[in-house]
């Protein structure tokens, strides 16, 4: 771990809430993922529980019907609502207006979104998602887009641009995509770099650059979270990273409402950028700690497991840095 990598530990360790008797349900965090379409099923329940784990207090998933049962058959500690609709299962007069309603009138209940883990590409998921994302943002919540719901900053950089909460998190294929459809060719420029570049040209939205190191750019400051992590490259992993920077957001949000004393030095825009340091941390050491526990057997449900550990790990076993 380096020195700069200690220093920014050491700065998301102050964000974290403690625990304390006079909080009550659901000031450590709201959280919804919105995904979950008939064929895919594991990624949301993935990212929703990774951020129960972490200790959001209320979890929720907004999925599809056809996803639905399958998602609540998994755990009775998540809130799966099947408001969601794929194109060959909408009645006549589902418009993606009409079906994004109910999820826009959940939206003063929660504090943070993160679409994409499992939505597919049906369009009227997309156009729907898209209703919500625009909905979200003229009350300023913040967002995390991943997997299939970075197609949105893709093909509709409107929705993002210049929206500051927002978090994408793309792999290596998703950031090239990403960067073709703004018209930057990444190769030649070194990672950190990279992002950097994609961040401005999206107008200051954060981007995790998932890879070997994880880069963390928000156009103005870049950091880069050099964990050790597992060997293992099962499909799911990123959906512990996505829950993860949910917490993350819901405990900056505790933050800056002061629901507990503290000095207040870091500001909104650190917050935020702490915040993709830390989910970045965490997914990376739950990558660890599964690998070093399961080798090649390596599952998604794996880091599951030990977000809590990780946790402990980072946050409160560890010797001061």
Known sequence: MS????ATL?????????????????????????GGSEDYTGAPYFSAMASARLGCDMSHVICEPQASQ???S??????VHPLMRQST?????????????????MLPRLHVLVIGPGLGRD??????????????????????????????????????QGYKECILTPNIVEFGRLCKSKAIDPEGLEAGKAAETLSKAFGGVTIVKKGKEDWISNGEKTFVSDFEGGLKRSGGQGDTLTGSLAT????????????????????????LALAAFGG??????????????????????????????????????????
């Open 248 to 271: 993350f957001l819901a405990w900056r949000k505790a933050y800056l409402d002061k629901i507990w004393e503290h000095d207040g030095e870091l500001g909104e825009v650190e917050l």
């Open 89 to 105: 299962h909408a009645s006549t007069g589902e418009s993606a207006s009409f079906i994004a309603k109910p999820v826009i009138d």
């Open 123 to 160: 369009q009227l998921m997309h156009d729907t998602c898209a209703k919500v994302i625009e909905a979200a943002k003229k009350i300023n919540m913040p967002f995390v887009l991943d997997a299939d719901g970075l197609n949105l900053a893709q093909t509709r950089p409107e929705l993002v």
């Open 70 to 72: 399958v998602i609540k």
């Open 3 to 6: 020195q700069s990598t200690r």
């Open 10 to 34: 050491l700065k998301v360790r102050k964000m974290i809430p403690p625990m304390l008797e006079s909080f009550h349900k659901g000031q450590m965090g709201r959280v919804a993922v919105i």
């Open 280 to 321: 970045s941390a965490i997914t990376r050491e739950c990558s660890r700690l599964a690998f070093k526990k399961n080798g090649r057997s390596l599952q998604a449900s794996d880091l599951t497991e030990q977000v809590h550990v990780a946790f402990r790990n980072l946050f409160e076993d560890a010797p001061k840095l």
């Open 74 to 79: 998994y755990s009775p500690n998540l809130m």
